[in-house]
């Protein structure tokens, strides 16, 4: 079974970075494209960024684009988003999640999610 553990979040001041690490266990991780989203209180999760098998395309939404790097280590089984210049509504948990057919936006189509972390950025 699929296990995804996300670690790194924190509470951080604007203009800080975080990165953001997703360590996953299973069946072969590079079977997978890597997916990020986020929640905040009272708002719906939405998508941050993602990268697909053998990491040849990145995607990110427009919110995050260009703070933040989505990347991805085959060889250690981990996926990670590198958040730099963070601003306070950037604070939510982010979750990771794993798409065996699937890489994008639609976090319907991710096949497996971790917990989460917190991520909290202080004004």
């Known amino acids: 079974q699929e296990q995804l553990v996300e670690s790194g979040g924190g509470l951080v001041q604007t203009g800080d970075s975080l990165r953001l690490s997703c360590a996953f266990s299973?069946?072969?991780?590079?079977?997978?494209?890597m997916g990020w989203f986020r929640q905040a209180p009272g708002r719906e999760r939405e998508f941050v960024a993602a990268?697909?098998?053998?990491?040849?395309?990145?995607y990110y939404a427009d919110s995050v684009k260009g703070r933040f790097i989505v990347s991805r280590d085959d060889t250690i089984n981990e996926a990670y988003l590198q958040m730099n210049s963070l601003k306070p509504e950037d604070t939510a948990v982010y979750y990771c999640?794993?798409?065996?057919?699937?890489?994008?936006?639609?976090?319907?189509?991710?096949?497996?999610w971790g917990q989460g972390t917190q991520v909290a950025v202080s004004s």
């Open positions: 299973g069946r072969r991780f590079s079977a997978y494209a």
């Open positions: 990268i697909s098998w053998s990491a040849s395309h990145s």
């Open positions: 999640a794993a798409g065996e057919y699937y890489v994008g936006d639609s976090g319907a189509k991710y096949d497996h």
